[in-house]
């Protein structure tokens, strides 16, 4: 089985920095994703990890080390438009078509 | 392109009543999903699809069905609705070249069971 864990909600100011952990739990790995999901609307796709290291995506930075089962999405000069839920997602290895998600975050950006 | 769309956007039916979800896109995508998104759960895998004539069981697989008889359109049925039914259903694709983890997003069916 997999889980996942991250925090329920995290809340920071505009221009600040935000750092949404998650760790996991699988009996394979394929790789450690994550979406955005403004109130009402559908998850975006932002980034994805395969291999260890930090991918960077303009405003937006994910990290991931296998050896400690662990990633973050950063988020950095922060907006209002940036109010969202955050999710991660792991798939294993031995089942293509299968993503399990975590319960996401919720991100608070405040003027 | 329009991408992944969903129909209906809301639905309510009654407790017994079935009813199919329609989800179709146009990218030429191989791969489709259908998920649950439940108030403080994220999403629930319940079916996937990896090409045309092929479904599999994901997470939450009772209670519905899906067939994938084109590459375009994978409907999702609800046998006999139930109150624990009561979710918003998202579908989702993605194509080999971009792997299981980038997944496009239909705008989703808000369903009520009463």
């Known amino acids: 089985g997999q889980s996942l864990e991250q925090p329920s909600e995290v809340t920071a100011v505009e221009g600040a920095i935000v750092q949404i952990n998650c760790t996991y739990q699988t009996s394979g790995f394929y790789g450690l994703s994550w979406y955005q999901q403004h109130d009402g609307g559908a998850p975006t796709f932002l980034s994805y990890?395969?291999?260890?290291g930090l991918e960077e995506t303009g405003r937006f930075s994910s990290f991931l080390s296998r050896s400690d089962s662990y990633g973050y999405l950063l988020l950095q000069e922060l907006q209002m438009k940036d109010s969202a839920s955050y999710f991660c997602a792991v798939g294993p290895e031995d089942s293509w078509g299968k993503l399990q998600f975590g319960a996401g975050t919720q991100v608070v950006v405040t003027p | 392109n329009a991408g992944v769309t969903q129909t209906p956007k809301f639905q309510v039916l009654k407790t017994g009543q079935s009813m199919t979800l329609q989800c179709a896109q146009d990218?030429?995508?191989?791969?489709m999903s259908w998920y649950r998104q439940d108030p403080g759960m994220g999403l629930r895998l319940i079916h996937y699809s990896v090409g045309a004539g092929i479904t599999d069981q994901g997470e939450v697989p009772n209670g519905y069905n899906v067939s994938r008889s084109t590459t375009e359109d994978f409907p999702l049925r609800l046998l006999s609705a139930a109150p624990s039914q009561t979710s918003v259903y998202f579908c989702?694709?993605?194509?080999?070249?971009?792997?299981?983890?980038?997944?496009?997003f239909g705008p989703g069916t808000r369903l009520t069971v009463t």
């Open positions: 990890n395969a291999l260890d």
């Open positions: 989702a694709s993605s194509r080999p070249g971009q792997g299981v983890h980038e997944q496009y």
């Open positions: 990218m030429n995508h191989e791969y």
